[in-house]
């Protein structure tokens, strides 16, 4: 108990330092790329919702910022980001060395691996074998890219802008399968009675090369000090139970490490 008291008030020391150093303004300028359910979503009243959001929210909150969210889609979110369009992106993206060479990356605030999404009656293997010859759709500029040409190179990928419009395609059958995160793969499962003739094949795929070791918060490269205030609010979420209460709130459990 006392270890975790000292981490609590650390962190918050560290903020209180911070707070004035980082983003002077008060605003923090958050990227999100939306399609991209339960993390990223654009509601029917034109507001932003999901995981990503609202921890983006419990973020600012315990760094004293008002967040402020531009919606990027996800082929241009790097791109945006050293253009100085914003100054973090908070939108499910995994922590990857291919990444590292151009932004930075906070510690991880969540795990999730990967699988393939198909219908459960069209005999599928998630291997090379039996994959080989099946259309699989991926979202662009994603891990997924990066699996399957390195894995599966004798199927046919194709990329999407945003995660729905691969499902689109799965539904009306113009591709066999779908490679995508496990956690939105399962809420798109669960999301529509007609999803239920698509299951997973296989189980969990787990690849730090392609996927990232967790996902993080982008920034630019060389911001220390607001690199350092963004890491202790993520450990602040995790002492004073607020990251719980939203994960179980969302998932039903905590992903932070799952």
């Known amino acids: 108990m006392l270890n975790r008291r000292s981490l609590f008030a650390s962190a918050a020391a560290l903020l209180t330092l911070l707070g004035a150093q980082a983003q002077a303004e008060g605003v923090l300028r958050v990227a999100i790329s939306t399609g991209y359910p339960p993390f990223n979503v654009l509601n029917a009243d034109g507001t932003f919702g999901g995981f990503d959001v609202d921890y983006a929210l419990l973020l600012c909150e315990r760094m004293q910022k008002t967040c402020e969210f531009t919606d990027i889609e996800w082929d241009g979110i790097i791109p945006g980001l050293l253009a100085n369009r914003y100054d973090v992106i908070i939108a499910s993206m995994g922590i990857t060395e291919e990444r590292k060479q151009q932004i930075t990356f906070s510690n991880p605030y969540y795990q999730t691996p990967s699988t393939v ?36 190179g004798e199927a046919d990928m194709r990329s999407y802008p945003t995660t729905d419009e691969a499902y689109l395609d799965l539904l009306a059958g113009r591709i066999d399968a779908v490679l995508v995160d496990s956690i939105p793969g399962q809420d798109w499962l669960a999301s ?61 459990r905590d992903i932070y490490g799952q």
């Open 117 to 152: 999404i198909a219908r459960a009656d069209a005999g599928l293997t998630a291997d090379a074998a039996g994959l080989a010859g099946r259309t699989i759709g991926v979202q662009r500029a994603t891990g997924h890219e990066c699996y399957i040409q390195r894995e599966w």
């Open 192 to 252: 529509d009675p007609a999803h239920a003739v698509f299951a997973p094949v296989g189980g969990d795929i787990y690849d730090t090369e392609c996927f990232g070791a967790g996902t993080g918060v982008g920034l630019r490269q060389g911001e220390t000090e607001l690199l350092d205030a963004l890491n202790a609010a993520i450990q602040l979420t995790r002492e004073d139970g607020s990251y719980v209460a939203l994960s179980e709130r969302y998932f039903g």
